[in-house]
């Protein structure tokens, strides 16, 4: 509620006389406040006993309705609040598209993929996880390809995993989360347990991937390590 009063203050006299006169424009509560500010300036308003009841009546009226009207509005926002904190709790949690990058740039786009996967599963998109698997195996032909005729023109390089990962990737956020993810609701969902499956099968490829170089005959593994990038 506005602080007629305060606003009184810096009204001059002939400004309080309007209020006074011109009593029918102004509201009961702003009229009150001049009649008060006169009689403190000893400026009493010859007005002031006539009007003084019915503008109290109509000041109390005002200030009631607009009670009402806040205490309706802080209801409402009170239900908008709790509307939109249920629709958080009922809103699926998923990957976001920076937990499937991140994903994707040290345990390779297969990685980023499978997050998307479960995505595009728990929101109930099949057609479009059958896409998503079909990209990703047409992406491995190609890439297998292609690092098939690489090889042995320039041997491995560690420039080749990050170019490889990369469009996949941009497909990823570029095509698919728009495409079928879009703008809906979600929860973040926990990247601790990926993160550690991902560790774990790292770990596991790469005690296998030992084992299977000291397996092979010794001219294989010079191959091997001639191939390797020079650390």
């Avoid at 991902?198 to 010794?218: D, H, N, S």
Wanted: hydrophobic letters at 50%; glycine letters at 6%; aromatic letters at 12%.
């Amino acid at each position: 509620m506005e602080d007629y009063a305060a606003k009184m203050l810096l009204k001059t006299d002939a400004a309080l006389r309007e209020y006074v006169t011109g009593h029918v424009q102004y509201r009961e509560a702003a009229v009150l406040a001049a009649f008060d500010e006169l009689r403190r300036r000893g400026q009493p308003a010859p007005e002031e006993a006539a009007l003084r009841p019915a503008l109290e009546a109509g000041a109390a009226e005002q200030a009631t309705r607009e009670a009402a009207a806040e205490a309706e509005r802080q209801a409402e926002q009170s239900v908008d609040t709790t509307d939109t904190a249920e629709a958080d709790e009922n809103a699926p949690a998923l990957y976001s598209p920076a937990t499937i990058v991140l994903f994707s740039i040290p345990f390779t786009f297969l990685a980023g993929g499978v997050l998307l996967g479960l995505n595009l599963w728990r929101l109930g998109r099949k057609q479009a996880l059958l896409g998503l698997v079909l990209f990703i195996g047409a992406y491995l032909l190609a890439g297998m390809v292609a690092l098939s005729w690489a090889l042995p023109r320039f041997g491995l390089s560690p420039w080749y995993g990050p170019l490889f990962n990369l469009p996949a990737i941009l497909a990823y956020v570029l095509w698919f989360w728009p495409r079928y993810v879009g703008q809906s609701a979600y929860r973040s969902r926990s990247w601790l347990p990926p993160l550690l499956v991902c560790f774990a099968l790292a770990y596991g490829a790469q005690r296998f991937q030992t084992r299977l170089i000291e397996q092979q005959p010794k001219e294989v593994q010079d191959e091997l390590e001639r191939m390797m990038p020079k650390q």
